[in-house]
């Protein structure tokens, strides 16, 4: 009787062990990818902080630029930008309610998100 239980709790510890083995090889699996997804999100972060303080930088150029020009009376950069953003608010003009959804969009892309 003994001889044939043992085969039986054989099979049963073998297939804890293989069920023991999946549930590690899943852990290690879902901790690299855990990992790479931190990863990814730290590089998204350094570039998305990054392109915000370009952004940043590059409209107090603008900002500079049409000041400069308002007291000035010429362009600083090599461009008007006073006569560029005349025409930009033009075109939106022209467009009618796309232009106006398209300058709801670009107010809101500018606008600091706190």
Known sequence: MCKRQLPHILKYSIKTYLLHLTCLRIKVALTQLLTKLL????????????LGG?????????????????????GVFGVSIVDNLIGMVASFGDGGFVGLV?????????????
């Open 39 to 50: 990863i990814m999100e730290e590089i998204m972060n350094k570039v998305t902080g990054f």
């Open 54 to 74: 370009l952004t940043t930088v590059l409209l107090s150029f603008v900002s500079l630029g049409i000041l400069a020009e308002v007291i000035f009376g010429v």
């Open 102 to 114: 398209a300058l709801i969009i670009l107010i809101q892309l500018f606008q600091n998100k706190k």
